[in-house]
């Protein structure tokens, strides 16, 4: 690995959350289509889908490091990349805890350990600060986190939309070892969700119509509570800083009797 | 038909292909996703790389292998379907109709579940698969003096109709984002090549071409029907098998490397014919010339049209070929 990398290209949209957030984004020479956070990301040069990156139009850029994701970023882009000198270190971020691990290592990489801790300090306590205002109340309202409409498709264990579901209190109606599993709607309405969560995965129009297909359900406490809600899948999908954004929302949404004093 | 004529009217039909076969080739080298001038290309080529290396690297080691595999698997492809077509009798024979399609997805998508990369495990399962698919089909269906064609096909369409389902009782449990490479992969992908990759290939695959050249004339003699062609001495049953494991083995090993390129095996032997006639030992090179310069261009389109990312190759030899086709089929009836 390089001592001070000036020309890096970033090979996921979360990647080059993280470059930003450590404040180093001036090294970055490419990122990933998609990179759409912060703003400004979306002027830099792109490699393709993260999925798929483009490897010429990677070498055209002359990076002098790599930072590839081990779940999305497919295993032969990186021996290729290896293969043709490129140096190329790999992050995995599994759960809240592995994110704040890849700021630190990719901090490491930047010469920017200093801020790294920062930042990884800075989420720990926001989501420390969560856990505390869940533990408050022993109530945990059974959570239906939707990502997708036809088929029903729910979160499952070894999720962050779980894990973050369990930190803000709740209680994840769908976890089982299956990641993403399939509900049908007789399931559903066995289990009674107190509270409803879409994500917007296609953005705007299909998941509103979700939200009115579920109040054909009104036996559904979630739906006869006006309990659903639709949010950003962006917020929820990518291993960044964004995620403990997403935890606040998660607790506002999952016990909003805890914020009526604010 | 005399020798000399012979010759002289494959070298009429084999040098504009061939010619047509370079320009692509060339072209291939001098476009791609990222733009440079031809100048710059040149200048790259001529000095070896020691002015500007990152342009070496991208014309050489990204942009070259890539055009070859592209040659390899389109003269192959259309050689495999050549040779079904022949010997199946059949003007919808493709080369994966035996079973090789659903074999190697099977394969492939099993390695890829397992962790391997494609270079490495999910082309050697891809291989095996292939092999096995084919190898339980001759086995069922071998017997008799005569392979029977229509138990050859029924048994190829069975096998692959079976591992369709595998695969998409594997995607189905797939559950992370694996499935979108699985999704590259069944699509076919000519972007996973590499120098050595490329080499071997070449080496494994070209004393195969040679091979069924040698036996062009053999598939003009079955066209006639089994029973005529052994009446003119001609060893059917082992010219049968000597066609059908080559071209197999051909089409096993490229789509190990490319995934499911789907049509140019269906397609351009008979664009070929329409234009070429009949007679195999004008085919066969035509089919290496033609198909590998076919699948280069459409390789091309597929990088540099989209603004962003590429297509599925796959898109492109459809769109042009289907077209094309049905031209010279409606030309031909006039």
């Known amino acids: 690995m390089p001592e001070n990398p000036q020309s890096i290209i970033a090979l996921a949209p979360n990647i080059t959350e993280l470059i930003y957030t450590l404040g180093e984004e001036h090294r970055l020479a490419g990122v990933a289509q998609q990179s759409d956070y912060p703003v400004a990301a979306k002027s830099l040069p792109t490699i393709g889908a993260y999925i798929h990156p483009d490897i010429e139009k990677i070498v055209a850029l002359k990076p002098d490091l790599c930072i590839a994701i081990n779940d999305g970023n497919p295993r032969d882009i990186i021996t290729r990349l290896e293969s043709l000198g490129i140096p190329v270190y790999v992050i995995n971020p599994l759960d809240l805890d592995g994110i704040m691990r890849s700021l630190l290592e990719i901090g490491k990489l930047l010469g920017a350990g200093r801020k790294a801790e920062l930042a990884a300090d800075g989420m720990r306590a926001r989501i420390e600060r969560v856990r505390l205002f869940a533990a408050r109340t022993t109530s945990r309202p059974k959570v239906l986190f939707q990502i997708g409409n036809n088929p029903l498709v729910s979160v499952g264990s070894g999720t962050f939309a779980h894990e973050l579901i369990i930190a803000a209190g709740g209680e994840n109606i769908s976890s089982g070892s299956a990641a993403y599993p399939r509900l049908t709607r007789e399931q559903v309405l066995v289990l009674q969700p107190d509270v409803i969560i879409i994500t917007s995965m296609t953005k705007g129009e299909n998941f509103d119509r979700a939200r009115t297909e579920w109040n054909q359900w009104p036996s559904l406490p979630a739906v006869s509570n006006g309990r659903v809600y639709v949010v950003d899948s962006d917020l929820f999908d990518r291993p960044s800083v964004r995620l403990v954004d997403a935890l606040e929302l998660l607790v506002r949404i999952i016990h909003p009797e805890l914020f009526h004093t604010d | ?334």
Request: some cysteine; charged content about 10%; overall charge positive.
């Open chain 2, 1 to 334: 038909m005399r020798i000399a004529s012979l010759v002289s009217r494959i070298f009429l039909v084999c040098t504009p292909l061939a010619l047509i076969l370079v320009i692509a080739a060339v072209l291939g080298l001098f476009l791609g996703t990222t733009y440079q001038s031809i100048a710059d290309v040149l200048s790259a080529i001529v000095t070896k790389g020691r002015v500007d290396s990152t342009l070496a690297t991208i014309v050489w080691r990204i942009r070259m292998p890539r055009v070859v595999l592209a040659i390899l698997t389109g003269a192959s492809l259309s050689l495999g379907g050549l040779v079904l077509q022949a010997l199946l009798r059949n003007p919808l024979a493709e080369p994966y109709i035996l079973g090789i399609s659903g074999g190697s997805a099977v394969g492939a998508i099993a390695g890829m579940l397992l962790g391997f990369s494609q270079l490495q495990g999910v082309a050697f399962f891809s291989f095996a698969g292939s092999m096995a698919a084919l190898l339980l089909i001759l086995a069922i269906t071998s017997g008799g003096m005569v392979m029977k064609k229509d138990s050859l096909i029924l048994a190829g369409v069975m096998v692959n109709a079976f591992c369709g389902s595998i695969i998409i009782f594997l995607i189905s449990l797939t559950q992370d984002r694996r499935v979108l490479n699985i999704l590259f992969w069944l699509m076919g992908d000519l972007s996973m090549s590499s120098q050595t990759q490329v080499m071997v290939l070449a080496v494994l695959l070209i004393p195969c071409t040679v091979i069924i050249f040698l036996f062009a004339q053999p598939m003009n003699l079955l066209l006639m029907g089994e029973e005529m062609a052994g009446n003119m001495g001609l060893n059917v049953r082992r010219t049968s098998l000597v066609l059908l494991m080559t071209s197999s083995l051909m089409v096993s090993l490229t789509v190990c490397c490319t995934g499911l390129l789907g049509f140019v095996g269906l397609v351009t032997p008979h664009l070929l014919r329409l234009l070429l006639g009949p007679d195999h030992r004008v085919l066969v090179p035509a089919c290496i010339f033609g198909g590998g310069a076919y699948l280069v261009f459409c390789d091309l389109l597929a990088r540099i049209l989209p603004a962003q990312g590429e297509m599925p190759v796959g898109v492109i030899t459809a769109m042009i070929g289907a077209p094309l086709f049905m031209f010279l089929l409606w030309r031909s009836k006039r």
